[in-house]
């Protein structure tokens, strides 16, 4: 019988137990503290990717008890830490992007101008609450007080990233407000700033 496939999300978890032996619990609560922003998944499949593993010999299972009960630690194998470098060695495709507020915004002429404005506000409201928690950490890092300092360098990356694309969707927000607030009430009458569409050929001449 055949090993369960693993995936993206098999290995992203082995390399949550290269960091150090977690519990189902553990690992659902690191992966969504952790990874959640870039590698969202259900927690309910977590609970089955460390049994995956174990079944390919990349991590193994030892049961221990907290108080009166028992739990499942996983921790990674020699062998799991070799797959892991093998996947590591093969570059990772690039993002997917799932904007429902751009889908709205596309077919807005079918609504109103103020469906308009308040999807572009709640896209904005979406940034903003983000980046507190967001913000929190970087200041936290930045100080050297963020858990697992010894990987500072590598959260940083995806902090960079996730600190540039909040202020991004501000930003666009503040400006798709100015341009829908010059539209007519009937959005399908809109016409666009030929001098703003000349900016945004520029801008992609990057």
Request: charged share 25%.
């Amino acid at each position: 019988m055949s090993s369960p496939r693993l995936t993206s999300t098999s290995y992203a978890v082995l390399g949550l137990l290269g960091v150090q032996p977690w519990s189902t619990y553990e690992l659902t609560r690191q992966m969504d503290r952790s990874l959640g922003r870039m590698w969202p998944r259900a927690a309910s499949k977590l609970y089955e990717e460390p049994k995956k593993l174990v079944a390919h010999g990349y991590a193994s299972a030892a049961t221990d008890t907290v108080g009166r009960r028992p739990r499942t630690v996983y921790s990674i194998t020699e062998e799991g830490r070799a797959a892991l470098a093998r996947w590591l060695a093969e570059p990772g495709e690039g993002p997917v992007l799932e904007f429902e507020a751009l889908v709205k915004l596309g077919f807005a002429e079918h609504g109103t101008r103020e469906d308009a404005l308040r999807t572009v506000a709640a896209a904005r409201a979406w940034a903003a609450e983000r980046n507190v928690v967001n913000r929190e950490a970087a200041r936290d890092y930045a100080a050297g007080e963020g858990p697992y300092q010894h990987r500072a360098a590598q959260g940083m990356i995806a902090g960079a990233f996730f600190t540039d694309l909040y202020a991004m969707v501000a930003r666009w927000a503040d400006w798709a407000e100015e341009q829908i607030g010059t539209w007519p009430e009937d959005p399908g009458e809109a016409v666009a700033d030929r001098r703003e569409l000349e900016e945004i050929a520029r801008r992609a001449d990057w």
